[in-house]
T-cell receptor
Framework: GQQLNQSPQSMFIQEGEDVSMNCTSS?????WLWYKQDPGEGPVLLIA?????ELTSNGRLTAQFGITRKDSFLNISASIPSDVGIYFC???????????FGPGTRLSVLP | NAGVTQTPKFQVLKTGQSMTLQCAQD?????MYWYRQDPGMGLRLIYY???????DKGEVPNGYNVSRLNKREFSLRLESAAPSQTSVYFC????????????FGPGTRLTVL
């Protein structure tokens, strides 16, 4: 079946630094979603992307739908302690009828 | 609005016991989903219901059954629990928008001994 890879698996950064993470697929997707999960909670939608090349921002977060349609990127600028959590990408090749989720990138922010 | 709610939050079962996980949403969404989350593996789809009255298997349906009780409620049943079903279970819902962003509940942490 379809699989998504996320890198890095985990990262430790200093407060105030910028963060970049990505998600890659072996197949083409037409929708990408980025979620954040806090400990003990369900994932919360951050950004949705619908078009190849699309760049979308949500506050300090910016995500891009890769031109090849096989990848997506998430950037966080000027990280703060509450950015700590696990970031998941999810892709769909049937316009959201079903999504495949990546294994997540665990972010830790050091004060 | 409460969004998506799940009960119970925690559960411990013995091998062979049965139980039902409950999920309800108050967003008037048509589609509902059950996922399991295991360490390092992301979320895997167990079953989904595209609309009231329909259910379909996802990636990992074995050992589970579901019921779409009405538009609001979607339950997941384990008939004979096994240790391999120890996991965190998430329910989600979405609307028939062009791209179906899913909204998640807080999860049920299940341990099968």
């Amino acid at each position: 079946g379809q699989q998504l890879n996320q890198s890095p698996q985990s990262m430790f950064i200093q407060e105030g630094e910028d963060v970049s993470m990505n998600c890659t697929s072996s197949s083409i997707f037409n929708t990408w979603l980025w979620y954040k999960q806090d400990p003990g909670e369900g994932p919360v939608l951050l950004i949705a992307l619908y078009k190849a090349g699309e760049l979308t921002s949500n506050g300090r977060l910016t995500a891009q739908f890769g031109i090849t349609r096989k990848d997506s990127f998430l950037n966080i600028s000027a990280s703060i302690p509450s950015d700590v959590g696990i970031y998941f990408c999810a892709g769909s090749d049937n316009y959201g009828q079903n999504f495949v989720f990546g294994p997540g990138t665990r972010l830790s922010v050091l004060p | 609005n409460a969004g998506v709610t799940q009960t119970p939050k925690f559960q411990v079962l013995k091998t062979g016991q049965s139980m039902t996980l409950q999920c309800a949403q108050d967003m008037n969404h048509n589609s509902m989903y059950w996922y399991r989350q295991d360490p390092g593996m992301g979320l895997r789809l167990i079953y989904y219901s595209a609309s009231e009255g329909t259910t379909d298997k996802g990636e990992v349906p074995n050992g589970y059954n579901v019921s779409r009780l009405n538009k609001r409620e979607f339950s997941l049943r384990l008939e004979s629990a096994a240790p391999s079903q120890t996991s965190v279970y998430f329910c989600a819902s979405s609307e028939w928008s062009p791209y179906n962003e899913q909204f998640f509940g807080p999860g049920t942490r299940l341990t099968v001994l």
